[in-house]
C-alpha cells in the first residue's frame, strides 16, 4: 500500500510564502513605532494571509473550497506588492531587502496557479 500523501511542506508556494513571511517579520520587528504600526502591521498581516490562505485551502475537503482559499491567497499577495513598495519609498529597510521580498513574491503567482490547475486535475469535486 502507498502511504505517500501531499502534505502542505510539499507545496512549494507554501513553502515560498511561509519563509517570506517569517523574513519580513524579522525586519518589520526591528523598526520604530510607527513605522512598525502603521506600514509593519500591515505588511505583515499581509503576506502572513499568503500562507495562512493556502494552509486553509489546503484544509478543505471540496476542490471549490481548496481554489477559493488560492485565489484569495492571491489578494493578500498583491497587498504584500503594495506594502513592499511603500517600504522601499519610505526607506523602512535595505535595497538587498526590498529586493529579495520582491523576487519571492514574484515567484508566487505562477505557483499559485499550479496548484490551482493541479487541485482542478487531481480533484473530482
Known amino acids: 500500500m502507498d502511504n505517500k500523501f ?9 513553502k515560498i ?4 513571511s517569517n ?4 525586519i518589520v520587528i526591528h523598526w520604530k513605532y510607527f513605522e512598525r504600526d502603521t506600514v509593519g502591521k500591515q505588511f ?8 495562512a490562505n ?9 476542490k471549490k473550497d481548496k481554489i ?7 489578494g493578500s499577495l498583491k497587498e504584500s506588492f503594495d506594502w513592499n513598495e511603500k517600504s522601499k519609498v519610505r526607506k523602512l529597510f535595505s535595497e538587498q531587502d526590498y529586493d529579495y521580498i520582491f523576487q519571492e513574491l ?3 503567482p ?5 496548484l490551482i490547475k493541479y487541485t482542478n486535475l487531481k480533484l473530482k469535486e
Do not use: H, P
Open 106 to 108: 514574484n515567484k508566487l
Open 68 to 74: 477559493r482559499f488560492c485565489r484569495m491567497s492571491f
Open 44 to 51: 505583515v498581516k499581509a503576506v502572513d494571509s499568503i500562507s
Open 54 to 62: 493556502l494552509a486553509e485551502g489546503f484544509g478543505r475537503f471540496s
Open 6 to 14: 501531499l502534505k502542505l511542506n510539499d507545496i512549494k508556494a507554501y
Open 23 to 26: 523574513y519580513v517579520w524579522k
Open 110 to 114: 505562477l505557483e499559485i496557479n499550479s
Open 17 to 20: 510564502a511561509f519563509n517570506l
